[in-house]
Nanobody, 126 residues
């Protein structure tokens, strides 16, 4: 089992930055790919970024490529999402998720992830 708790959300002006953190409990965190997803009001949940279990591979949605960076610290059981050059359209609740099985490659479908945090709100004002 993996339990996830996100933090770091907030209100920021367009062009600003935020860093989200996702703290995980459970001994298998370091062997699982991790993902970040987001859901804006009235919209479907969408993929943002993913990282392999060892941090060697990352994968981004086109809408955030070049602005967001996903990373992880397995010693701290934490995955991060550094968000730069934020835009109003980045406003959403952001969720971190852990892959359903260890050592799978990171993917962009929510169906690949079995463990989810409660989400953290990010609001970007124009």
């Amino acid at each position: 089992q993996v339990q996830l708790v996100e933090s770091g959300g907030g209100l920021v002006q367009a062009g600003g930055s935020l860093r989200l953190s996702c703290a995980a409990s459970g001994r298998t965190f370091s062997s699982r790919a991790m993902g970040w997803f987001r859901q804006a009001p009235g919209k479907e949940r969408e993929f943002v970024a993913a990282i392999s279990w060892n941090g060697g591979n990352t994968y981004y949605a086109d809408s955030v490529k070049g602005r967001f960076t996903i990373s992880r610290d397995n010693a701290k059981n934490t995955v991060y999402l550094q968000m730069n050059s934020l835009k109003p359209e980045d406003t959403a609740v952001y969720y971190c998720a852990a892959d359903r099985d260890p050592f799978l490659p990171p993917g962009g479908s929510s169906y690949e992830y079995d463990y989810w945090g409660q989400g953290t709100q990010v609001t970007v004002s124009s």
